[in-house]
């Protein structure tokens, strides 16, 4: 068939071939829209059109409540002109007048006043309880920076702060990701960022045909895949805002911004708050970071998560307002690893003694340190740090047993609502609020501890009221009675010396308690040592190199697990910290915790810096929880199974007699016998075997021999590896040991004592000890002179 036939034979079909035309030419557009709108786009202005001011708008009222509202303007009018209106109203002007104009001036000082002036002003600003919510917003409006996060920092009202931007608004999570890799792009060449690219965060497209803000009126369901990744770009955040310089450069890049959305979206996740968190704890470390975290909304933020009842918020957040509150006149810097338990406010007194918390292999701060549960603890096959948590478990975990969530509560999670689900309704308001906050901390919530009110007696006779609460007030038993401690050691060295009992009087009945924490160091210690700073240390740690999660956003940190780099690190922030600077230090290491404690005061010993040499110099006390001194027994037996389970570089090092621990150990007695020969030593080790929760045989984690030391103290309880840094209640003899060896190393502290005479070698002790002879001696013929001299004259 030739050209013309087919020519013909097309001409017969007009139709079919116009709609073919139409079709293919529609296809076209279609494929071709984005770049057809782009392209016109740069003609069109996208400003939206101011509205005619020039129209006017009627509200249009009822005839009846017009004439109500009438009535009562006229109502009013006639009772101003009463003789009592006329003298009242005078009066009651001037007062609101007043308290408002004290409300402003003291805003003023706080804000241009000398310290010692801004100091008092916000203490008084916090007291006001009586202004209304303008007068909040409008104070709100008009603080600086500085006078927000001292406020904040002072536990104030929270309508001191303005609300977060976009409030009831949250960010599209694809637009999210894509401006988040833009971001983070920036920060290139970075080799961290550069595996992060290339393994978990690809290339995201940024869709324009989406919405941009999604309102609460909207209930749009988070894939989980999105859930994931912005969980991983939180955690790799945590990871390189780990030095200044990329922080700064996030901060100056608009990141707060970014981390906002991030909060609104995981408002219910309080796990991944905790990390996220943790992200602008590193942040706040910025020399001029506190205008930007004022500016984006973030001291509002943080001051909200202080007073919420989930722990880790509560540290996290107290550890930022810390770093950011330079108007302190006893302001700390806390940076990675080092968490201040308490003060975690202003306080106008300095500390008189640091204590310092180190948690042992896989264990945390709200994990190893917690009260000890009622029914027996067995040790379980997974587990988690209290701060650094993560989908990959540990097999065969030498740690702690979960006591909140579980990996089916993890999964529930994903998956859930972006906004919360309707209520139906008829539900009220309140209703609404109340479910909503329940939602929230359902799930994983490590909450302060419950206290338990005392029963109010409704007896209407007075004597016999009073009688009733003689008998409430009155010991259960009197002073010839003597309580032992429920765990009491089982035998001890030789020279030990410490408190088995409690007298009758003194004893109080917490079997049936109800009472329970979940961070004992944080909620009873600033009870009976309410002037000292208790620090909370939290590392990475892992069993098994599968586990090792701390080390999959970067190959630089393959390293970070030897335990020589990890106590220089912690050192250099322990110091950076300001710990032991005129202050006693009392160290409390569990497990590997005392293995850390022992290499950080080796390393600052030997260290020729003023401020690392005072951590050594101050230290005063120590108290070693089942600490492996010359390795455990477990490590070896992971070694015959390391085909399978890859034991991780903690693990290996922690073997039975291994060198690296005996030489370690032999220079630490070596400065116990001289430079430290002050410390008061307190050694507590496992009599009972920890039990597996699956296989349940026996394993003894740490052995008696291992955990002795041939200085100070020395028991051996009967609690397992696990317990041993969990008390049951205050009467136990671990805690109130504990106690006694604080309260010896503050009263130490307070004594006149030369460090540095102490450690001069003997000779040039004896010399000082001649030069003060005959300084005596001299000083007492001068006395005599004057006597002599008289009674020659006379």
């Excluded at 998560?305 to 550890?319: E, F, G, N, T």
Aim: hydrophobic share 35%.
């Amino acid at each position: 068939m030739s050209l013309e036939d087919i020519k013909a034979t097309i001409r017969r079909f007009p139709k079919l071939l116009g709609g073919f035309g139409i079709l293919t030419t529609a296809g076209i557009i279609l494929y071709e829209s984005p770049r057809i709108r782009k392209y016109f786009s740069q003609y069109v202005d996208k400003k939206q059109q101011e509205p005619d001011k020039r129209r006017t708008e009627y509200i249009y009222i009822k005839y009846h409540i017009y004439r109500e509202s009438m009535r009562k303007l006229q109502q009013k009018q006639e009772d101003e002109k009463k003789w009592i209106s006329v003298i009242i109203n005078p009066i009651g002007k001037w007062w609101k007048a007043a308290k408002h104009s004290v409300a402003w001036r003291l805003l003023n000082i706080a804000q241009n006043g000398s310290q010692a002036e801004r100091l008092k002003a916000v203490q008084q600003l916090i007291c006001m309880d009586h202004l209304k919510d303008w007068d909040f917003r409008h104070l709100a409006q008009i603080c600086d920076a500085r006078t927000s996060v001292s406020l904040a920092r002072c536990g104030a009202d929270m309508r001191w702060f303005m609300p977060v931007p976009r409030r009831g608004c949250i960010r599209n999570p694809k637009m999210l990701l894509s401006e988040l890799h833009v971001m983070l792009a920036r920060l290139r060449p970075l080799s961290c960022v550069d595996h992060f690219f290339s393994k978990y965060f690809p290339d995201q497209h940024n869709i324009e045909e989406l919405n941009e803000f999604f309102t609460q009126e909207q209930n749009v369901a988070l894939a989980v895949q999105d859930t994931d990744l912005l969980k991983e770009v939180i955690s790799f955040l945590h990871h390189i805002t780990k030095d200044p310089k990329i922080a700064a450069k996030i901060i100056h890049d608009g990141g707060l911004m970014h981390l906002m959305e991030l909060r609104k979206i995981f408002a219910e996740d309080n796990e991944t708050l905790s990390t996220l968190c943790k992200v602008l704890a590193n942040l706040s470390l910025v020399p001029d970071a506190v205008e930007h975290f004022f500016v984006s909304g973030w001291v509002g933020a943080l001051a909200d998560w202080q007073q919420c009842p989930d722990l880790r918020l509560q540290v996290i957040s107290a550890k930022t307002m810390a770093n950011l509150d330079h108007d302190d006149p006893n302001q700390f810097t806390y940076p990675p690893n080092v968490y201040p338990l308490h003060p975690r406010v202003r306080t106008r007194r300095k500390p008189k003694a640091d204590i310092v918390f180190i948690h042992g292999l896989l264990g945390g701060v709200f994990i190893t340190w917690r009260q000890r549960d009622r029914k027996p603890t067995e040790l379980g096959l997974y587990g988690k740090n209290a701060f650094y948590t993560s989908e990959t478990d540990d097999v065969f975990l030498v740690g702690e047993p979960k006591r909140n969530g579980s990996r089916q509560q993890h999964k529930r999670q994903q998956g859930r609502p972006l906004i919360p689900a309707q209520i139906p309704a008829n539900t009220s308001d309140a209703a609404k609020t109340n479910a909503n906050k329940t939602n929230a901390m359902k799930d994983s919530l490590l909450k302060t501890s419950k206290k338990v009110e005392e029963k109010r007696l409704n007896i209407s006779d007075a004597a016999t009221k009073e009688f009733v609460e003689t008998l409430y007030s009155e010991a259960e038993l009197d002073s010839d009675w003597e309580v032992v401690h429920p765990d009491i050691p089982l035998e001890g060295n030789a020279d030990c010396q410490g408190n088995f009992s409690v007298s009758g009087n003194e004893w109080s009945n917490q079997d049936a308690s109800e009472e329970y924490t979940n961070c004992w160091p944080m909620e009873w210690l600033p009870d009976d040592y309410p002037d000292s700073r208790i620090i909370g240390i939290d590392y990475t740690s892992a069993v098994t190199e599968w586990s090792a999660n701390f080390t999959k956003y970067c190959p630089c940190e393959k390293g970070q697990g030897h335990i020589d780099v990890r106590a220089s690190s912690l050192l250099e922030r322990i110091a950076t910290a300001g710990v032991g600077n005129g202050r006693p230090v009392v160290w409390i290491g569990h497990s590997m915790g005392g293995l850390l404690t022992k290499l950080i005061l080796l390393k600052s010993v030997d260290s020729v810096e003023q401020r690392v040499q005072q951590i050594a110099k101050n230290t005063q006390g120590i108290v070693f929880l089942g600490t492996p001194h010359r390795g455990s027994p477990i490590a070896k037996w992971k070694q015959h199974m390391q085909m399978i389970l890859s034991p991780s570089i903690e693990v290996k090092e922690m073997e039975e007699n291994s060198p690296k621990l005996l030489e370690m150990h032999r220079r630490f007695m070596g400065c116990l016998r001289t430079c430290l020969r002050h410390v008061n030593v307190l050694s507590l080790a496992e009599g009972s075997p920890t039990m597996l929760t699956t296989f349940k045989f026996p394993l003894r984690i740490v052995t008696e021999e291992s955990s002795r030391i041939d200085f100070g103290d020395f028991f051996l309880l009967k609690d397992d590896h696990l317990s041993l840094s969990k008390p049951i209640y205050r009467q136990s003899f671990l805690y109130q040991r504990l106690l006694h060896v604080i309260s010896e190393a503050i009263d130490r502290s307070t004594e006149p004592r030369d460090m540095d005479g102490q450690a001069l070698p003997n000779t040039d002790l004896l010399t000082l000890n001649i030069v003060a002879v005959l300084l005596r001696g001299a000083k007492g013929l001068l006395e005599m002179l004057p006597r002599v001299a008289l009674r020659f004259t006379t």
